[in-house]
């Protein structure tokens, strides 16, 4: 994540994806095809495969699912400590 995420032109997306990309080693990102054609952009974890899988989308799920569970209890605690 540290590694890749200032590659992104985007300040906010490039954290998460490139956490995303280091999590399921695959390399996301890179090239992408918008109405207007073909803009190039950098790959994140580009010594992966950019083949992601039915299994890799369903482990994208989870993680997402683990990350709002995980804030939730955060902010819960945080919470409950100020109340």
């Known amino acids: 994540m540290m590694r890749d995420a200032r590659r992104l ?4 997306a490039g ?3 490139a956490a995303m990309a ?3 080693d695959r390399a996301l990102a ?7 054609g ?3 952009g950098d790959w994140l974890n580009q010594a992966a495969s950019a083949d992601a899988t039915a299994a890799d989308i369903r482990r994208s ?3 997402t699912w683990a990350a709002w569970g995980l804030l939730f209890a955060l902010v819960l605690v945080i919470a409950i400590l100020l109340f």
């Open 61 to 63: 799920v989870r993680i």
């Open 15 to 17: 954290y998460p994806e």
């Open 9 to 12: 032109a985007s300040p906010n």
């Open 22 to 24: 280091g999590a399921l």
């Open 38 to 40: 073909v803009t190039e």
């Open 30 to 36: 890179g090239p992408r095809q918008y109405a207007g």
